[in-house]
């Protein structure tokens, strides 16, 4: 009869459908397209399946809990604005009357297998299907993909149903156990949000939040000279560093101070070589496009996947640093020479007769280092292009050669106390000038020898406080999240943009907010395993098992309705006091989210988040009866103030520190006041 090949998303339908047939025609049912085509003789179908068509719900609607009974069903069922959802089961449903056989062509990944087998089973009512794996949508990757075509993964398959079965149990659970609290406790429908990984993150996150409050800064002195060599200009720090009593920082200075000379006592040049960095996985392409692109991990993880689609890059949701030499080294890298933006420096690298990277530790069985497929992008949207350059430019420099680098390490004598100061400088870039992102500090080197008199220009004493801990920002805590072994590549991103959804944390250096923190402190104090993390990395490590045949997943959520059951009933016995800590957050949050009073029925006008969009704004509580509303900038932090506009309105205080302004709610109006002091 036929076959059908089940892809994820309609770019790469058709992506698929034209390597392996020039003719393909593109069919449409209702707003659905999909492709048909001819191989050898025979008709093959390429339909999406827009991603996950199928999701868990319980399977006799109710608001009690603990409850496990759950099923799998259509996602248009189960979430709003998932209506569109509909039409692709549909088609998946009518084209496989059409054929025998079934390829599925999904995301070689945990996800991938899940989703491209509940559509095999749910909407093609099949159970036997082969696959196709690639890592990369080049045309070349493709064609092999489909000549080698591989058995269903179905370890795979019952490791993904687990985690989401598991994730549903602890996210169901846990979440009804926190508004049913708060709604006996203050009479409110407050909808609060837990999950199996989200919460030991938020508990992370409150931790560094009482490192921060509970730190005592000490002060401390450092005492510097500036000297002057060959017209430059070197600053050295007193061998001592950091003084910590300030009678002998003072002493020091005073005995200092009015110093002419300093005498070079050792001095040592040595030539260091920096390495290439090693090709990206996911963790560190986050890391690294936060840092020097300001994308945040989920913006960068959805960027990256539009880029795949696209065929520009390989399947970036990997752990692997390493890049095997069957995606053919040279190839790529000519091709990359007919982009003017990298010409340079790929042309550099063919005149090697061999081609070999830096390679990382890490790997991935399923998929290799992300790397740019040598396919020419025409124009890409701007965060796309950004990018797109940084993967590309990671990519050839870890062809490049190390890094030469001359350090200049000295140690000079004024008054008989000791200086020191390093110095460094560039010999050769290496793979640094493919690579331009976090350049190194460059200094002059002075012609210096052993016993030479530098000019003392001045000694300073300078005073400092420790400081503390350092927050998280969205990079950091994915990193944070990976080291401690909680989540997945894939869910970091999703699970820390979720913690800002639910307003638990705001801002880029992250702060947890009075709700986030009254969460943690009701959990921690009467169900402590809830935001436990050794208990979410056992069971992490037990469903990386099923994927590998060492567990039995139905032991495995058998083991997990036991805790659940315990934890909850636990809860229950103390619902009266967690519900109190957080309906008194939920009325501090209400209170402080007040900007002034309504103009128009003198109702209170607050700080609030849409629903539907997500999007923050001010409006009248009086609504739907009044429907006052004044838009809000949607980055930034934003706090109500006790001062009014000239025009009657009040006014609110926008950004922190120095940037602090006060301005007028109505963007119309447009008033603004420099702020004095932090916010």
């Not at 820390?496 to 009254?518: A, F, H, K, N, W």
């Amino acid at each position: 009869m036929g076959t059908l090949i089940i892809t994820e998303k309609p770019k790469v339908s058709r992506r698929i459908a034209y390597a392996l047939s020039d003719s393909c025609r593109t069919r449409r049912v209702g707003r659905v397209s999909y492709y048909e085509l001819r191989v050898n003789g025979e008709t093959i179908y390429v339909a999406s399946a827009a991603g996950h068509l199928y999701s868990l719900r319980e399977k006799k609607s109710s608001r009690s809990y603990p409850v496990f009974d759950v099923e799998w069903a259509p996602l248009y069922e189960i979430e709003k604005g998932k209506g569109y959802t509909r039409a692709y089961i549909r088609l998946l449903e009518e084209l496989s009357k059409k054929v025998d056989r079934f390829i599925i062509a999904t995301d070689y990944d945990i996800e991938g297998e899940l989703l491209g087998y509940n559509a095999l089973r749910f909407a093609c009512s099949a159970t036997s299907a082969r696959r196709m794996r690639f890592s990369a949508l080049t045309r070349v990757d493709i064609l092999r993909a489909y000549r080698d075509l591989a058995e269903v993964d179905l370890l795979l398959v019952k490791a993904g149903e687990a985690r989401h079965i598991m994730d549903w149990y602890w996210g169901i659970n846990t979440s009804r156990a926190l508004t049913d609290a708060v709604k006996k406790s203050s009479k409110r429908f407050i909808t609060f949000s837990a999950g199996r990984v989200q919460t030991p993150a938020l508990a992370i996150l409150v931790q560094r939040e009482r490192e921060i409050a509970s730190f005592k800064p000490e002060k401390f002195w450092v005492l510097s000279a500036s000297l002057l060599a060959e017209r430059s200009r070197i600053k050295a720090a007193h061998a001592e560093g950091r003084i910590k009593e300030r009678s002998r920082a003072e002493a020091l200075y005073s005995r200092l101070k009015d110093a002419k000379e300093a005498r070079v006592m050792k001095l040592e040049r040595r030539e260091v070589e920096q390495r290439p960095p090693p090709p990206f996985d996911l963790g560190t392409l986050q890391g690294e496009a936060y840092r020097h692109l300001r994308l945040s991990p989920k913006q960068c993880q959805d960027l990256a996947q539009n880029l795949y689609e696209s065929g520009y890059i390989s399947y970036p949701r990997t752990s692997s640093q390493k890049l095997p030499p069957t995606i053919g080294y040279r190839r790529i890298i000519q091709e990359l020479a007919a982009n003017p933006d990298f010409r340079e420096a790929a042309e550099g690298l063919l005149k090697r007769e061999k081609l070999r990277p830096r390679q990382g530790g890490k790997d991935d069985p399923a998929h290799p280092a992300i790397y740019p497929t040598g396919a020419m992008p025409k124009k890409l949207p701007a965060g796309e292009a950004k990018l797109y350059e940084l993967i590309v430019r990671r990519f050839l420099a870890c062809f490049a050669e190390p890094c030469r680098r001359l350090v200049l390490d000295a140690e000079v004598d004024i008054e008989g106390e000791s200086f020191r100061f390093t110095l460094q400088s560039t010999l050769e870039p290496g793979w640094r000038s493919i690579y331009p992102y976090g350049r190194p500090e460059e200094h002059r080197l002075p012609e210096l020898e052993r016993g030479d008199a530098l000019k003392v220009e001045r000694v300073a004493l300078e005073e400092g406080e420790t400081e503390p801990p350092r927050r998280y920002n969205p990079a950091t805590l994915v990193a944070e999240l990976e080291r401690r072994g909680l989540g997945t590549k894939a869910t970091r991103a999703d699970i820390v943009d979720t913690l800002y959804r639910r307003e638990y944390i705001t801002g880029v250096q992250i702060r947890v907010t009075p709700i986030g923190m009254s969460v943690i402190e009701a959990l921690e104090k009467h169900v402590p395993e809830i935001i436990s993390e050794e208990l979410t990395r056992r069971f992490e490590e037990k469903l990386e098992k099923i994927q590998s045949g060492e567990e039995d997943p139905e032991k495995t959520l058998a083991e997990a309705r036991a805790e659940l059951e315990r934890i909850i009933e636990e809860f229950k016995k103390h619902l009266s006091e967690i519900g109190s800590r957080l309906s008194d957050a939920v009325e501090t949050k209400r209170s402080s989210e007040v900007v002034g009073e309504c103009p128009e029925c003198g109702g209170k006008l607050r700080i609030v988040r849409s629903r539907k969009t997500g999007k923050r704004f001010i409006g009248c509580e009086g609504y739907p009866q009044c429907s006052v509303s004044f838009p809000l900038l949607q980055r930034g932090r934003i706090e109500p103030t006790d001062r009014k506009c000239e025009c009657g309105l009040p006014m609110i205080s926008i950004g922190t520190g120095k940037n602090r302004t006060l301005r007028c709610i109505d963007i119309k109006c447009g008033k603004r006041i420099k702020a004095a002091g932090k916010a």
